[in-house]
């Protein structure tokens, strides 16, 4: 053979299978199969401007070698890619440039699917989806809906970052260090009508469902620590001059005794009330203060604690001491009642405040074994009871539940749950997202449409949603799903408002409406009202979906891209359920594994879908980190992008490296050099599966050659189950090194080297096999089986006896001569001990079991 037909032409082989698939449509998923299915899921890209780093396919590449090993183990397979392409830098980029979004998304977007491809995927691209597809959004728009209809979704004021100079509401991804990242001008928090989804009444069942699902420990814990759950008492306290009562929330009424001040937060509906005039200056100064501050800072444990005393007194249920009211911005408006019982003894943040403000300090728990010196204040771990009254020498935790019950025949208090999570602010006051299918109404007009035959009606929430605005209270009506998608209409600028609603507030034609309360039709107003009683005038929603939308169920549309009329078939559903195996980064673990977990059960309680939970196995890939050790980025100029590396080396050698860099979850740099590595290995393979004179037909003849052969078959299988990808690969090599040592060994070993690689470098393999005269592709080829029989070790144990007793044994090569066997038993110490100085009358030897030495004396 020629040498330049030993040439690896990557560039040219990975062009032609890639368009061979794509073709042949080799990675189309079946419906309706009788295979069972497996279903490989990426989280979607986001299409940037910058296109793909080399960061990006790794998550790719290993749920890829899983969908074309699964293909091979007779799997109907499904492996999808589409994109998440609303999102905040086509909209600057709008405002910057004037160019639609949607131009620039798509440029994105085509950009990233050549890349993906050229990396050689077993991706079904005829389910590629994109959430900006307005019959994509429709849907994202039919659950908003129906959670509306089923009270899940409302509108109230919420804080956001606001730039008094650019006018506008910021992200907090543009908000960098309290400054607008555009400019760097100052923020502030300010309270803006927000449609606000009600995540919370889903806590409990999303704590619970973590149970059953094949996660990373870390990834449940976290999600677990976010809604935060926690168990306790709310406790009324009496205020001394004042009807009202404050209502605290405590995680440990045992320490209730202990309380020796209170705190409101300086949002505390109360506070007013509780300032004396003498303080009340003091106190606004702070709140005003207390404003500027992030939840973050101001309950961060290392910043100094600061705080107003209010003037007022509340009186302690059990022991009745009178304890003052301070206001500091430690305790938080969003959590609990907002108000708090300050137990300095016990809790390490009130301790720091008392010991600041010269507060007096009650031990009220102490160490079972009276060991002060153990239980140094503040002291937060088990133990008795102590300085509470009748509760004395009681097991604290224990006292915890008499408390709650005490309390509660006294009406003073009662049990509670709280939870950390708070319901999801679902609006932005963006162009670029999925627009919010209501319209506002008059009070007058919302009685008449619950009074007007027709499917508005049928889609009101139990309670009517509702916005102030201008001392008006308005009341929002659902779009019929006929009325669905409600499409982005065009803008001519991108700026935001400048009163802090979205660009589309600024297109009166979209805006104003004239709307059939019994049919959902809309119709500008800027036409003349349509005749028939049931229209009256309207306004949209101007707000925006956020990005997190479309991600919550975009698993569920690949299984079904193209219906259109419903999300997903409820058949395919079933057939398919969720991704066998999701794999994404760990920066994810909140949010959109949250946000989708809620809207996935919400649709299963729904009846819309037969499995309650997204995402069955998870797993997080880890970060890879630029050749200098640190995070990629364009401003350090550490960036690999996948192109330059392709042309250098090739896909193949591309998805090779990106596995063998370590373990799938370890954070690793790139390495130059290390690419280099496998791009011999892969030359090496092409070399000896193109050495025709080297091949002999027929069965694996050498032993040697065929044991190597099938440990590698089962060394292969178990790492790519195990997704111990690096150990594949090194035991391929192993195989590759040995066959070049070797002057002669069947085709049939290499083909089977090329199938066990094919899941890892499928160009190189793809092209071998036909070379060497495989006329279907690899793909379809079923996946090799070890033959146990022959990895049965080659070893034998022979076991020593002087006497007919046995004294030792040792292990010998399967092939070990007589004379070699005999010899090694007389040198054997345990043997020596009952030889030496006596004479051998005889050796016995039985061939693969044992060794008889007779002796005399
Ligand atoms: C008295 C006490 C004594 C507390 C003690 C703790 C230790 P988790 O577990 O996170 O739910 N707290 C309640 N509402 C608060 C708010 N709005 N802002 C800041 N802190 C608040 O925490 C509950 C505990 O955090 C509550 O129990 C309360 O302090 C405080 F030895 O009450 B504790």
Redesign the pocket.
């Known amino acids: 053979m020629a040498d330049e037909e030993k040439q690896y032409d990557f560039l040219e082989i990975e062009k032609k299978w890639q368009k061979f698939w794509e073709e042949e449509k080799t990675f189309r998923a079946e419906d309706n199969s009788e295979k069972p299915k497996f279903y490989a899921l990426d989280m979607f890209p986001y299409p940037s401007g910058a296109g793909l780093h080399i960061g990006h396919p790794e998550g790719y590449v290993a749920s890829d070698i899983l969908a074309r090993y699964k293909k091979a183990c007779g799997f109907n397979v499904l492996h999808p890619m589409g994109w998440d392409a609303f999102g905040l830098p086509a909209e600057q980029y709008a405002i910057k440039t004037g160019t639609h979004p949607s131009v620039t998304t798509q440029e994105n977007v085509d950009n990233f699917r050549r890349q993906i491809k050229s990396i050689g995927f077993a991706i079904d691209w005829d389910r590629e989806i994109n959430t900006t597809d307005p019959d994509y959004y429709r849907w994202t728009q039919w659950i908003f809906l129906k959670l509306f209809q089923r009270g899940l979704a409302y509108v109230a004021e919420k804080p956001v970052w606001w730039c008094p100079n650019l006018l506008a509401v910021l992200a907090n991804e543009e908000v960098v260090n309290g400054k607008s990242e555009v400019g760097g001008h100052p923020v502030e928090r300010r309270n803006l009508r927000q449609v606000v989804l009600r995540i919370t009444a889903y806590a409990e069942k999303l704590i619970a469902g973590l149970d059953d699902l094949d996660w990373p420990n870390s990834t449940k814990r976290q999600q677990k620590a976010w809604i ?1 759950r ?1 168990e ?1 008492a709310e406790v009324q306290f009496s205020i001394e001059g004042m009807e009202e009562k404050l209502e ?5 009424p045992d ?1 209730l005794f ?2 020796t001040y209170m705190v409101v ?1 300086p949002e505390h509906p109360l506070l007013d009330k509780l300032v004396s005039p003498e303080n009340k200056d003091e106190v606004k100064a702070y709140i005003e203060l207390a404003a500027k501050k992030s939840d973050l800072d101001r ?1 961060d444990l290392a910043k100094d604690k600061s705080g107003v005393f209010t003037g007022s007194y509340c009186l302690n249920p059990v022991s009745g001491e009178k304890v003052p009211v301070w206001v500091a911005d ?14 300095p ?3 390490e ?2 301790f720091e405040f008392a010991e600041k403000f010269g507060i007096p300090i009650t031990r009220v728990i102490a160490r079972i074994d009276g060991d002060e010196e153990k239980a140094k204040l ?1 002291y ?1 771990g088990p133990g008795i009871m102590v300085n509470s009254a009748e509760y004395d020498g009681m097991e604290a935790d224990e006292c915890k539940a008499k408390i709650i019950t005490d309390l509660e025949s006294k009406d003073m208090g009662k049990g509670a749950v ?1 939870y ?1 999570l708070r319901d999801w602010i679902f609006s932005r006051q963006r162009y670029w997202g999925e627009p919010i299918p209501l319209v506002w109404v008059s009070h007058q007009d919302f009685e008449k449409a619950k009074a007007t035959t027709g499917v508005i009606r049928d889609l009101l929430p139990e309670e009517p949603v509702t916005s102030d605005k201008d001392g008006v209270t308005l009341y929002a009506l659902p779009l019929p799903e006929s009325e669905l998608p409600l499409q982005l209409p065009d803008v001519e600028k991108y700026q935001p408002s400048g009163t802090g609603e979205s660009p589309l507030a600024t297109i009166p034609d979209w805006l104003e409406i004239w709307f059939d309360l019994s049919t959902g039709q809309s119709l500008s107003r800027s036409e003349s009202k349509p005749d028939g009683q049931s229209w009256v005038s309207a306004t949209r929603e101007t707000n925006t979906m956020p990005q997190w939308a479309g991600s919550c169920w975009y698993h569920l549309r690949y299984l079904d891209p193209n219906n259109t009329e419903n999300l997903v078939d409820s058949e395919k559903e079933a057939y398919w359920g969720g991704p066998d195996f999701y794999i994404g980064g760990a920066e994810h673990a909140v949010l959109h594994l949250l946000y989708a977990r809620f809207w996935h059960r919400f649709l299963h309680d729904e009846g819309v879908l037969a499995h309650p939970e997204p995402y069955k196995k998870l797993f997080h890939q880890g970060l890879i980190l630029g050749e200098d050790g640190n995070k990629m980025s364009k401003s350090v100029g550490n960036v690999v992008s996948p192109d330059v590396v392709i042309d250098a080396y090739g896909a193949d050698s591309l998805r090779l490296f990106e596995m063998f860099l370590g373990p799938l979850e370890a954070v690793k740099p790139w390495s130059e050099k290390g690419i280099e590595g496998v791009h011999r290995f892969l030359k090496k393979v092409f070399r000896e599966a193109s050495s025709s004179e080297k091949h002999s037909a027929g069965e694996e003849k050498n032993p040697e050659t065929l044991r190597l052969l099938h440990e590698t078959i089962l060394k292969v299988t178990e790492s790519i189950e195990n997704l111990r990808f690096n150990v594949a690969i090194s035991q391929m090599m192993i195989l590759a090194n040995h066959l070049q040592k070797m002057d002669t060994f069947s085709d049939g070993t290499i083909k089977i080297l090329l199938q066990l690689l094919a899941p890892l470098a499928p160009h190189l393999s793809e092209e071998l096999w036909q070379k060497l005269g495989g006329t279907e592709s690899i793909v379809n080829q079923p996946w090799p089986v070890a033959r146990k029989e022959l990895l049965v070790s080659d070893e034998i144990t022979i076991v020593f006896q002087v006497n007919g007793k046995l004294r030792g044994e040792a292990n010998f090569a399967k092939d070990a001569s007589k004379e070699e066997i005999i010899a090694t038993a007389k040198e054997h110490e345990k043997v020596l001990a009952f030889t030496t100085g006596k004479e051998i009358m005889k050796e016995i030897y039985v061939p693969g079991k044992l060794v008889n030495l007779a002796v005399k004396g």
Do not use: E, F, Q
């Open positions: 935060g926690s306790g605290v929330y405590t995680t440990r320490t202990g309380a937060a309950t430690y305790v938080l408006i969003t959590y609990g009642t907002g108000a708090i019982m300050a137990v003894a016990h809790d943040r009130d503040p937060s709280n950390k």
